[in-house]
């Protein structure tokens, strides 16, 4: 049995994790997180130490202040580097990274250096790191206006707004349920030999935002406002469909 802790559990990544693994009760015994013991030492201590596997999903992705978000994740990756020394622990950490990390922006920035953080921390005492550089993630339950430009215009669809397109950029994606399998792949990878592996995770997905938006308002015509299914056999309209319902309040 593995002991599994999760960072950032109650977000859009950590709570499709979280329900994934649930499913694996014969194999993983997950390690409940909550927010709050980033806050306090003794809860973080007593959280890291019963880990095998730590996925640090935690994170600030969107924020009007650019300094906030880079303070604030760079601050995580390091209060949960301290737990592992302080309790002389060395869990497996899976990081998610993002593809932003060549960008010139402070989350990318944040992301960079927080994997190179945890890399350096696995190098001193020869410990496991796997990180893993993301696309764009999307899918059920994802906050509007925060988690995806997808999760916004869902949102907006389906609740009388208008949505527009801002800058009309070609989006590198990844469907949340098989990002979610792919983490699981990477802990059952775990050997027990110390490792340190960074993975550039590639796009299931190519599309444009127009484009995008283009196929989400062919739902709501149809599904939304008139009760037909539209034609699902192509995957990103199947994974996009799955994403548009869950925004309907039924």
């Known amino acids: 049995m593995i002991k599994i802790g999760i960072t950032g559990q109650s977000g859009f990544i ?12 014969d194999e993983i015994i997950i390690i409940p997180f909550k927010d709050e ?3 306090n030492k003794t809860q973080l201590n007593s959280f890291v130490k019963q880990c095998d596997t730590i996925v640090h999903l935690a994170a600030l992705n969107r924020h ?9 994740n760079i601050g995580l990756v390091k209060k ?8 002389e622990s060395k869990p497996h950490i899976i990081f998610s990274s993002s593809i932003q990390e060549g960008r010139d922006n402070l989350y ?13 921390w696995a190098k001193i005492n020869n410990a496991s790191f796997t990180g893993l550089i993301i696309p764009n993630v999307f899918g059920p339950f994802g906050k509007p206006y925060y988690n995806s430009v997808i999760a916004t215009f869902c949102h907006q669809l389906t609740h009388g707004e208008e949505p527009r397109v801002d800058v009309d950029i070609d989006m590198k994606l990844l469907y949340v349920m098989d990002l979610v399998e792919i983490i699981y792949n990477k802990i059952k990878e775990e050997t027990q030999q110390e490792e340190i592996d960074t993975v550039s995770l590639p796009a ?6 127009s484009e995008i938006l283009s196929i989400l308002r062919i739902f709501k015509e149809l599904y939304f406002e008139k009760g037909i299914f539209p034609d699902l056999s192509d995957a990103f309209n199947l994974t996009l ?3 548009f319902v869950c925004y309907i309040d039924h």
């Open 37 to 39: 013991y980033f806050q």
């Open 64 to 72: 009007n202040d650019q300094k906030l978000i880079y303070g604030t």
């Open 80 to 87: 949960l580097i301290e737990s592992c020394e302080d309790t």
């Open 241 to 243: 469909f799955n994403t």
């Open 108 to 120: 990318g920035k944040s992301k960079q250096i927080g994997r190179e953080s945890f890399e350096e």
């Open 14 to 25: 950590g709570t499709h994790l979280y329900n994934y693994l649930s499913l694996k009760k």
């Open 204 to 209: 299931q997905f190519e599309k444009n935002v």
